[in-house]
């Protein structure tokens, strides 16, 4: 059974920085596309980033996300550095597995001072 976990979310100051993680299972991470998602308040969800061949990032995030993952844990990361109140969001890990989407149940980053 495909299961996403989520963790690392919390209260961040502005200018601080966090590290989310993705754990996975019932899959093996490496060989599918893995992204992070947010959704905030009064707003639909967005991609932040994704990780493949390649990886991906929202115009809003380039040169203060990373996204990477750890082969032998299965879990993807999002390094979220000089964080902003706009980037204030439920947090949402997803991957689409034979045909079929899957998204963990977020989690909620809160940047403010």
């Known amino acids: 059974q495909v299961q996403l976990v989520e963790s690392g979310g919390g209260l961040v100051q502005p200018g601080g920085s966090l590290r989310l993680s993705c754990a996975a299972s019932?899959?093996?991470?490496?060989?599918?596309?893995m992204t992070w998602y947010r959704q905030a308040p009064g707003k639909e969800r967005e991609l932040v980033a994704t990780i493949g061949s390649s990886t991906k990032y929202t115009d809003s995030v380039k040169g203060r996300f990373t996204i990477s993952r750890d082969l032998a844990k299965n879990t993807v990361y999002l390094q979220m550095n000089s964080l902003k109140p706009e980037d204030t969001a439920v947090y949402y890990c997803?991957?689409?597995?034979?045909?079929?989407?899957?998204w963990g149940k977020g989690i909620l980053v809160t940047v403010s001072s």
């Open positions: 997803y991957v689409r597995y034979f045909f079929v989407d899957y």
């Open positions: 019932g899959f093996t991470a490496s060989g599918y596309a």
